[in-house]
Nanobody, 119 residues
Framework: QVQLVESGGGLVQAGGSLRLSCAASGKIPSFANVGWYRQAPGKQRDLVATITSGGNTNYPDSVKGRFTISRDNAKNTVDLQMNSLKPEDTAVYYC?????????????WGKGTQVTVSS
């Protein structure tokens, strides 16, 4: 099983920036879909950004224009650049990778990294 570890979280003032990184101990297949999600206490885990094997990205309106997801297959990492942060961005951010290989589905999650944006 691919193990994912997020890093880069912390405390930042509104308007600031953070760059999150997701490192995989196992190889994330180049054909996998990868993404970032976030979850605040008592709320569901929401999509932040995804990027397909073909490089197509998807962002919800809440972060569009502020966040950018990228992947480096050679380094086996997935990054999330977050700019113009808002207090409502405060959450635990999780890295995810999912793919299907030889008819079997794979879905890996990291343990998360805390992002706190102060007003």
């Amino acid at each position: 099983q691919v193990q994912l570890v997020e890093s880069g979280g912390g405390l930042v003032q509104a308007g600031g920036s953070l760059r999150l990184s997701c490192a995989a101990s196992g190889k994330i297949p180049s054909f996998a879909n990868v993404g970032w999600y976030r979850q605040a206490p008592g709320k569901q885990r929401d999509l932040v950004a995804t990027i397909t094997s073909g490089g197509n990205t998807n962002y919800p309106d809440s972060v569009k224009g502020r966040f950018t997801i990228s992947r480096d297959n050679a380094k086996n990492t997935v990054d999330l650049q977050m700019n113009s942060l808002k207090p409502e961005d405060t959450a635990v951010y999780y890295c995810n990778a999912d793919w299907t290989f030889l008819g079997r589905k794979y879905d890996s999650w990291g343990k998360g990294t805390q992002v706190t944006v102060s007003s």
